[in-house]
């Protein structure tokens, strides 16, 4: 039987470290010690506007053991159940939900995509009426401007705008 006795450190291929210690034994995992799965979600793409939340059910996440969960910066992930999440819109941008176990055929990923609302716009006034020679303003507060159409009624006229 080979011992390490004399060996300080050694790293193997197998993810272990020996010290002073000797492998007496390896054997291979059983089925029924370890039955790699897949983890099965709800969804494998989900698509929030900024503020909003949406729920991921993962159909068999009681089966695992120690399931981990990370994400990126972007979203925020709660816990509802044990195969419940809840998924937070923070930040706009691309993102991502992982989730991972020991008894996993492999990480599930989700990927996540926050965009701006398109429709978050606010007006001063939703009328105006100015006389022959004179002017008016409305006050537009939106980022997304090319969504926007005026309509000036007595002329007949829709104004279109776009970003330059």
């Not at 990370?70 to 159940?81: C, F, L, Q, V, W």
């Not at 701006?116 to 537009?140: A, P, R, V, W």
Request: zero cysteines.
């Amino acid at each position: 039987m080979l011992t390490f006795s004399n060996v300080n450190f050694t790293h193997f291929k197998k993810n272990y470290e020996l010290n002073i210690y000797k492998v007496i034994k390896e054997e291979k995992i059983n089925d029924d010690k370890f039955n790699f799965k897949d983890i099965i979600s709800s969804k494998d793409k989900i698509n929030l506007n900024i503020g909003e939340s949406d729920i991921i059910l993962i159909s068999n996440g009681k089966d695992f053991r120690n399931l981990k969960i990370s994400n990126s910066s972007n979203i925020e992930i709660k816990k509802m159940g044990i195969d419940e999440f809840k998924v937070f819109a923070n930040k706009v941008g691309e993102g991502f939900i992982s989730f991972n176990s020991i008894d996993a055929s492999e990480i599930k990923l989700i990927k996540v995509t926050v965009i701006d609302n398109q429709n978050d716009f606010s007006l001063s006034k939703n009328f105006i009426e100015i006389e022959k020679g004179n002017i008016g303003s409305i006050d537009i507060n939106t980022d997304h401007i090319s969504n926007l159409s005026v309509i000036n009624k007595y002329s007949f006229l829709y104004t279109y705008f776009e970003n330059i």
